[in-house]
């Protein structure tokens, strides 16, 4: 089982967008996935139920004692693609911030949940959508991951957003005892040639990515009727042939190929 984080403290640069995309890419090449939504604007959640759920039915429950067999058979439900599972977000994972914030194993609790998961079920992949910050639920996830994928938009803030999350990937990296997550990768998103930032802010991101680099994803409205519409691109026929499509189908490529060549999935797949 590979976890992996999708994390940028900079808001709306596609972490969400990207997570349920190459989820339901992996998913339908055959691989078992998990989506833990670890974000309480829970977004990913939103592209497959409604998020009023009871809280004892979402993340929030993994903070409400200890996490059983139970507790995670109560949280993680299947979607309606294939081989495709959630552990939905909600909002009442903001309610649990005070007692999350006075007890001092909660950093672990996502890592426990995970590993719960594991026992539950066997999944080839867990992606983690976190917030837009470094906080409590971030930290949480990258507890339990072994990578972090990191989605930038070519934008300035966003861009100087990544440099300070490299920063703290060091220094959590103390925190933890070993050097992990790793960065898989990054995805450079919503990239609009015509935009003059844009412009100007992608060579700056070859700079400081450079090998990490696994691909780009085009601004498109496809991308954000499907969204609206709490689709994946995998669901519409004629988007399947599309641009934004196929470039989410490489970087799962990259993705794969770059796991591969870190031995972590067998080369043969
Ligand atoms: N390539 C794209 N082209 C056009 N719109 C896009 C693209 N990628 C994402 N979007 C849109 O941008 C918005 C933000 O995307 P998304 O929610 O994935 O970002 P996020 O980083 O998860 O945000 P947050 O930080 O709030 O969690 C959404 O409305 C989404 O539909
Ligand atoms: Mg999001």
Known sequence: MI??????????????TTNVNL???????????????????????????????PPNETLAAIY??????????????????????????????????????QDKKSGLRIDEFVKQA?????????????????????MGAFFASDYILIPIQPERLSVEGVEQLMMKVQEFWKIRGENKPQILGTVTTMFHGQNR??????????????????????RSSAISIMSDAGKLLQEDRPNRKARPFQQHIKIAKKMLDRLKDNGELAATR
């Open 3 to 16: 976890v992996i984080s999708l994390a940028n403290q900079k808001g709306g640069v596609a972490k969400t």
């Open 23 to 53: 989820s339901g890419i992996f998913a339908e090449q055959g691989y078992s996935v998990l989506i833990v939504d670890a974000d309480p604007q829970c977004n990913s959640t939103l592209y497959f139920l409604d998020p009023n759920l």
């Open 64 to 101: 409400d004692g200890g996490i059983t067999e139970q507790t995670v058979r109560q949280i993680i439900r299947p979607t309606r693609i294939s081989r495709l599972d959630i552990a939905p977000g909600g909002f009442s994972l903001s309610a649990r911030v005070w007692e999350i914030v």
């Open 118 to 138: 594991a026992k539950h079920k066997k999944y080839d992949f867990v992606f983690i959508d976190c917030p837009p910050d470094i906080g409590i639920f971030t």
């Open 197 to 218: 930032s844009h412009k100007e802010w992608a060579p700056k991101i070859e700079e400081i990515c450079g090998d990490l680099m696994l691909g780009v994803v085009h």
